[in-house]
């Protein structure tokens, strides 16, 4: 099931578990978990892009060793709600990722690389550390906003 609802992500979980966020670029992968009650999203690592397949592979390890149950992967929308090029590349890596058999959230991602960026000057990380860990930390903002959707949406 690949899904841009909140609320289908949370029925088609009803026992919740752990899930990952992930916030695909173009040379990196950013990678965030959460606890299996979906209250806090922390950043993981970051997955230097190779080829899918080995990308692919090294998520699935992660899956696996977490017990993950769904996957959150953000959207790249332009400001208007349209899509673009990333927007098509996000769906096409969701597409690919389906056969690991796991329930996947594309979750709006406007802003996220800019409120992590934000969050981790007022933390005063180096730039060296930023340009490490940003789109792990913008995983975990994409993560949270759909545990966010999820909780708020069930009361």
Known sequence: MITTSA????????EGGALMGLDPGTKTIGVALCDRDWRFATAGQTIRRRKFAADKAELAALIAARSVKGLVIGLPLHMDGGESPRSQAARAMARNLADLGLPILLWDERWTTQAAERAMIEQDFSRAKRAERIDSHAAALILQGALDAMVGSAF
């Open 7 to 14: 609320a289908e992500l949370r029925g088609a979980l009803p």
